[in-house]
């Protein structure tokens, strides 16, 4: 084979300026017809057929908010990564599943404890306040102990590596960890015991239409610890030391060393916070869906993936509001067009090719440092 002469690969590169600059102009037409179809399946939907009534949507807007705000959770831990590190830890779902297991385990011993005296009750059911929060530290203990180790051997030897090295590095964490928890925990599904005050099924129910809607108290307490977690991360990157030693080193590294900022520290604290808010995630999977086993974290990890690129990567307002709408819009969507709720996934997917086909910077726009640009 014979390298392309000069005066070629001038010609392919004006080639491929044209065909771009084409689809610059069809864009908008494209976006157009896509949002048109939209607007006929949802008219279709809900005046001409009214095929769901009010009882409905409700039920199906607060699934999707219940687990949107999972999606948060998950696609914070892929913005915090990328802004520094200009990388996607592909592995971040599983470090999502492994708090998931840390969780469930603790539920378990908490169960299996027997506190009372005469009139014998187990921990969990004694103390299911304290049960909680310690399940909750220990999920996020583990999966932020993952993170720092993940980022200390698969990808600080890697970081001044091409771009594609680290992103194959962390597939291969990804592919490890599933096979990992698969050998050590079995392949079949385990079921998370909930204290009595977070039954799953209970809640309180509300009367839509002569309808009776649940909302269960393991979906509000998903949602409003989500909310609180996110507030608390936004409030650590913009109001302390660490947050600007980490907006430093994801604006320049070389800078940031100059001016004091230990960038080494400062990258293992990312992956070690990103870890913990996946411990959590995985701890409130488990409480609300009540399964996990070792493949839980990998479906969830690529969605958050799409509502950080949905909401604007490297954006941390962006990510929150992405696993927003991807959860409602995953949840109302199928109803919306009329299609089989089984498609909820592929629906996610689309999604993610659509905002990277018309506006690939996300809904709030993504945040670069100028030399990454």
């Known amino acids: 084979m014979h390298a392309l002469s000069l005066p070629t690969l001038a010609v392919k590169g004006a080639r491929f300026k044209k065909v771009a ?38 039920r199906l807007l607060i699934s999707g908010l219940i687990i949107g705000g999972v999606y948060a959770l998950i696609a914070i831990g892929y913005t915090l990564v990328y802004g520094i590190l200009f990388m996607i830890n592909f592995a971040h779902g599983e470090v999502m599943m492994l708090g998931a297991y840390a969780g469930l385990f603790a539920f378990q011993a908490f169960n299996a404890i027997q506190v009372g005296g005469q009139a014998q009750t187990s921990f969990l059911n004694a103390y299911p306040v304290l049960a909680i929060l310690l399940a909750f530290v220990i999920g996020m203990f583990i999966s932020a102990a993952i993170g720092y180790f993940l980022e200390k051997i698969a990808y600080r030897p890697l970081r001044k590596a091409p771009r594609l090295v680290p992103l194959i590095s962390a597939i291969g964490a990804s592919i490890f960890l599933q096979n990992a928890a698969q050998l050590l925990f079995s392949p079949q599904l385990r079921e998370v015991t909930n204290p009595d005050i977070l039954r799953r099924g209970a809640g309180w129910t509300i009367s839509i239409n002569n309808a009776n809607v649940i909302i269960p108290y393991t979906g509000v307490f998903t949602f409003v610890l989500s909310v609180l977690l996110l507030i608390a991360l936004y409030i650590i990157v913009r109001k302390t030391r660490l947050g600007r030693s980490m907006r430093a080193v994801a604006l320049d590294k070389k800078t940031a060393a100059l001016m004091g900022v230990d960038v080494d520290r400062t990258i293992s604290q990312t992956f070690i916070i990103s870890g913990a808010l996946a ?44 696993g927003l709408v991807l959860g409602i819009v995953e949840s109302v969507g199928p109803a919306a067009l009329g299609i089989d709720f089984q498609l909820k996934d592929v629906l996610a997917f689309v999604i993610l090719i659509i905002v990277l086909t018309f506006r690939p910077s996300g809904l709030l726009g993504e945040v670069l440092a100028e030399e990454k640009v």
């Open 21 to 58: 600059h084409v689809f610059d102009l069809l864009r908008p037409i494209l976006g157009a017809i896509v949002l048109a179809f939209i607007a006929y399946r949802l008219y279709q939907v809900l005046i001409v057929q009214q095929e769901y009534g009010a009882d409905t949507w409700t």
């Open 279 to 322: 411990g959590a995630a995985g701890v409130m999977w488990g409480l609300h869906n009540g399964m996990v086993y070792f493949y839980v974290g990998f479906i969830p990890g690529i969605k958050a993936f799409t509502a950080a690129v949905l909401g604007g990567i490297g954006n941390l307002p962006g990510a929150m509001l992405g």
